[in-house]
């Protein structure tokens, strides 16, 4: 069942009252509904990071409990070469995700200080779930749309799967994960790489 994204926000940080019985039904079905794993029968809990080719621009960990009572949780660990004095400095990221089917929408949250004053800045990333090469990865709107056109692979939107979520010890252990090398989802793991930035996303075939 397809979702609106505004609904669903709504429901999730708005809460009022509700009288009788039939609604609150309802909202317990819309909830059940927005939080239910993939209708195939997949989970969604696990450790995703990104590729250690890009480590030293940009760097994601990020991890799903879907386990939860009545939500589906997230930490991330993000970082970035790209930036301000300004920034707020973020240590990890948490909260909970939407799905719809193999897509999953994870919100995130920017603070800037600027003479005294704050500034937020939030947005939401849509990525979705694809096997490539025996490999579960997320990829991000716009690595999905080079995937599909050309099967090529645009490391900054790919996060690889790489460990179960083994209870909270998992949220505490975001710094140990080890970044795995893009090359695992090629098929040819002899072709060179460069930086999608640069040159454009890579030929994984």
């Known amino acids: 069942m397809k979702i609106s994204i505004a609904l669903s926000l709504a429901l999730l940080v708005v809460a009022c009252p509700v009288a009788g019985d039939e609604p609150k039904e309802l ?9 239910q794993p993939h209708p195939d029968g997949k ?8 590729t250690s080719e890009v480590g030293m621009f940009t760097s994601t960990v990020l991890v799903i409990d879907d386990g939860s009572v009545g939500h589906i949780a997230y930490n991330m660990k993000f970082t970035t070469d790209v930036g301000s004095v300004d920034d707020i400095r973020q240590d990890t990221l948490h909260g909970t995700v939407l799905t719809d089917k193999d897509k999953i929408y994870v919100p995130l949250a920017h603070g800037r200080k600027r003479d005294g004053q704050i500034s ?39 996060l690889i799967r790489v460990a179960d979520y083994r209870g909270m010890r998992t949220m505490f252990d975001i710094e140990k994960i080890t970044h795995p090398s893009i090359k695992i989802l090629y098929k040819d793991k002899s072709k060179t790489w460069s930086d999608p930035f640069v040159a454009g996303p890579n030929d994984g075939g």
């Open 27 to 35: 909202l317990t079905q819309t909830r059940d509904a927005m939080f």
């Open 43 to 50: 989970r969604w809990s696990g450790v995703y990071a990104s």
């Open 120 to 158: 937020l800045m939030a947005s939401i990333s849509r990525y979705t779930r694809v096997e490539i090469n025996g490999k579960t990865v997320l990829l991000r709107d716009d690595a999905l749309r080079a995937y599909k056109k050309d099967k090529k692979l645009y490391d900054y939107g790919v």
